[in-house]
């Protein structure tokens, strides 16, 4: 059962990294504003009252809103990990093993963390003991 959890675990964690670069790349926003203005352009939204135009368009900015948020977040993220990464190399009793953390699964993160239990740090991931 174990294993299937841990299967089931790498492959949703492939796929939300996938999911994660795929809505924070331009090209993706660029075909969803695509999209957006082809919804728009093709449905009944000139000829619909003022109340339904305007949701219209709330739904087609929160819909583009996404992908800018995730590309936001997505340099945000790497531009902090670079960072954390250059202060862990850069310390010389520091330990290497977390370096590039950000690309390690949950339970490779949650052995680091059992590591790390010593140095009096605060628990961030809870381990599973099964």
């Known amino acids: 059962m174990r294993n ?51 949701r219209d368009i709330v739904h087609g900015i929160t819909f583009l809103s996404v992908f800018i948020i995730q590309k936001s977040f ?12 250059e202060l862990v190399s850069s310390h010389e009793p520091a330990s290497n093993a977390v370096i590039h ?10 052995v680091l963390v059992k590591e790390h239990a010593g140095l009096n740090l605060p628990e961030v991931i809870k381990v599973d003991e099964h």
Do not use: P
Request: charged share 15%; aromatic share 14%.
């Open 4 to 54: 299937i959890y841990r299967h089931t675990e790498t492959i949703f964690e492939k796929v939300t990294s996938f999911a994660v670069i795929f809505l924070g790349n331009s090209i993706t926003f660029i075909i969803a504003l695509g999209l957006v203005v082809f919804w728009l352009a093709t449905g009944d939204f000139f000829t619909q009252g003022m109340h339904e135009s305007i």
């Open 74 to 85: 997505n340099k945000y993220s790497a531009l902090l990990n670079l960072k954390l990464n």
């Open 101 to 110: 953390a950000e690309s390690k699964t949950e339970h490779e993160i949650a």
